[in-house]
């Protein structure tokens, strides 16, 4: 019986030592020392031995046990920690390999510009308001000082949803429905940037489809100096404090008097270059004095109240400021373009 049990452990551990496999391992140790196992069968049979010889043949039975399940756990661990050696080394970063770039994404130029353009109106004291792009005929046109049929409609010429509706094209009917809200009695100062709409056939300088910002300051004694004053701050603020401004009159059906401003040139200041063709100026926007019929349609007391209010187009102070010189980039969204605008 002591060789039988010999002849067990010589022959596990020489399995043992030849797999490779966790599998094969849990195979081994259950055709030895399972219930069915080949040492389990010997131990069985010590019924069989003397009294004399039962303590020997237990005592090497446990031996072999306890030999064989060493060998096995002790392979057996060792196999797991070549796995997972394996298994790291696979999986190892290559932490010096040069990293995916993340494609992060920024504010369009426009709404940049509009950000800024209400932050500089905001620190004056304006509120910014919106107003629906789909308008009605009325606060268009009509509350506007422009009647049907009116010749100066056909310079903003739009699309029509139907005979009453349309898109609006300019972001003036925010003007008169603020002060139709405030019902004639308050005092106050806002800007309303937002989409407009006009039939234009798109070039470099046209878009049937651009953005305007509106101002507007209705309160007692507004006068045309504080227009001009406040036209100025935006100005310097806006494109650098050695800019000037001048005012040249104009039509506006909603202002009287109307008026366009120009800032000189930045490249020859006012002396005339290819820059400003020559004449020292570059206009960039509009506005006015409220017509007192515009006050008073939206009943405000023309005698009490006066107001200025002026109107630009974002993309050409964008335009004027980064030198852009074609309309439609602002619209084509070529990457390219856009990401020369992001601020990291
Ligand atoms: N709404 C005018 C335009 O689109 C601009 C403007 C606004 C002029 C306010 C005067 C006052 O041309």
Not at 261 to 289: A, F, P, R, Y
Request: glycine share 8%; hydrophobic share 35%.
């Amino acid at each position: 019986m002591k060789e039988q049990l010999e002849a067990i452990q010589v022959e596990a551990l020489e399995k043992i030592a030849g797999t490779d496999e966790v599998k094969a391992l849990q195979e081994i140790r259950v055709a030895y020392l399972g219930k069915k196992g080949s040492l389990t069968g010997v131990l069985k049979g010590m019924g069989k031995l003397s009294k004399e010889e039962r303590p020997v043949i237990g005592e090497i039975a446990n031996k072999v046990r306890d030999t064989i399940t060493a060998a096995l756990d002790e392979k057996s661990e060792k196999l797991e920690q070549e796995a997972l050696e394996k298994q790291l080394e696979a999986e190892a970063i290559d932490i010096t390999l040069p990293g995916k770039p993340v494609n992060q994404g920024g504010p369009h130029l426009l709404t940049s510009i509009v950000e800024e353009i209400e932050d500089l109106f905001i620190g004056m004291g304006y509120e910014v308001r919106e107003g629906p792009e789909v308008e009605t005929d009325y606060f268009n046109f009509e509350a506007l000082n422009l009647p049907k049929n009116h010749p100066a409609r056909d310079m903003q010429d739009t699309f029509y949803i139907t005979n009453e509706l349309l898109m609006r094209t300019h972001t003036s009917p925010v003007q008169a429905r603020t002060m139709q809200e405030y019902k004639g009695e308050k005092p106050f100062k806002m800007i309303c940037p937002g989409k407009v709409y006009r039939r234009d056939n798109d070039d470099a300088t046209h878009s049937h489809q651009f953005t305007q910002i509106e101002g507007l300051y209705v309160d007692k004694n507004v006068r045309m100096s504080d227009l001009k004053g406040t036209l100025d701050v935006f100005a310097k603020k806006m494109f650098g404090e050695d800019r000037e401004i001048r005012l040249r009159p104009s039509f506006f059906p909603f202002t009287e008097p109307s008026v366009e401003m120009d800032i000189s040139c930045k490249v020859c200041h006012g002396e005339g270059c290819s820059v400003c063709k020559g004449t020292g100026w570059i206009e960039i926007l509009g506005g006015g004095m409220v017509h007192p019929r515009v006050l008073e349609m939206a009943g405000y007391n023309p005698k009490e109240y006066s107001g200025f209010a002026f109107g630009m187009g974002p993309e050409r102070i964008a335009m004027l400021k980064y030198g852009v010189n074609d309309i439609r980039a602002f619209y084509t969204n070529d990457k390219r373009f856009l990401k020369q605008y992001h601020q990291a």
